[in-house]
């Protein structure tokens, strides 16, 4: 039983424009969420996280967007770059536990 | 970045023949997390560590064992290797916050069992 879904497994976007990236949870003990990118041949960098508490948190480029009642968030990355293109995973924490539940991943291609 | 190394980076090793992964961190952050990246599966977890010689089960741990004797040090050893673990495994480290859970990932070992 999947609780955290990235039902994409890509995406291609121009280098420019907008790419939103999706993920959909079902645990709802799940308060804090997570995004991490993913290069070939190197390991996960955490990106930009979200706690349940808040509907949106930016840095930069990037924007998250939690929805709890739709148990829905995404990661709108604003302009995209080639450089952004790699692997993005999903993943969500419950209070009290030391562990992430992560999603498949979404590998997203900027074209110039 | 997060001072974290993991060794080998490489392994090619044949069924049945055991096999230790090794975790080595510097920033004495007190979780360490074995993961395997697997195509159409994501990260899953294997195994977690929260101290010194405390340990726990992830969701595929079958097949896996794992030890930590220092806080620096997490080992994952497959007792006797199959076709089904050839993976990518990564290590990740994080501090102990009650009130968030970031974890920070090692550069992984590719493990290719014939």
């Known amino acids: 039983d999947q609780q955290v879904k990235q039902n994409s497994p890509s995406l291609s976007v121009q280098e420019g424009r907008i790419s939103i990236l999706n993920c959909d949870y079902t645990?709802?003990?799940?308060?804090?969420f997570l995004w991490y990118k993913k290069y070939p041949a190197e390991g996960p960098t955490f990106l930009i996280s979200?706690?349940?508490?808040?509907d949106k948190n930016e840095d930069g480029r990037f924007t998250v967007f939690l929805n709890k009642s739709a148990k829905h968030l995404s990661l709108h990355i604003v302009p995209s770059q080639p450089g952004d293109s790699a692997v993005y995973f999903c993943?969500?924490?419950?209070?009290?536990?030391?562990?992430?539940?992560f999603g498949k991943g979404t590998m997203l291609l900027v074209s110039p | 970045d997060a001072g974290i190394t993991q060794s080998p980076r490489h392994k090619v090793t044949e069924t049945g023949t055991p096999v230790t992964l090794r975790c080595h961190q510097t920033?004495?952050?007190?979780?360490m997390y074995w993961y395997r990246q697997d195509p159409g599966h994501g990260l899953r977890l294997i195994h977690y560590?929260?101290?010194?010689?405390?340990?726990d089960k992830g969701e595929v741990s079958d097949g896996y064992s794992v030890s930590r004797s220092k806080t620096e040090d997490f080992l994952l050893t497959l007792e006797s290797a199959t076709s089904s673990q050839t993976s990518v495994y990564f290590c990740?480290?994080?501090?102990?916050?009650?009130?968030?859970?970031?974890?920070?990932f090692g550069p992984g070992t590719r493990l290719t069992v014939l």
């Open positions: 990740a480290i994080s501090e102990d916050r009650r009130s968030y859970n970031e974890q920070f």
């Open positions: 645990n709802s003990m799940f308060d804090y």
């Open positions: 979200i706690s349940s508490i808040k």
């Open positions: 993943a969500a924490s419950a209070r009290g536990y030391s562990t992430l539940t």
């Open positions: 920033e004495n952050h007190r979780y």
């Open positions: 560590s929260y101290g010194v010689k405390d340990t």
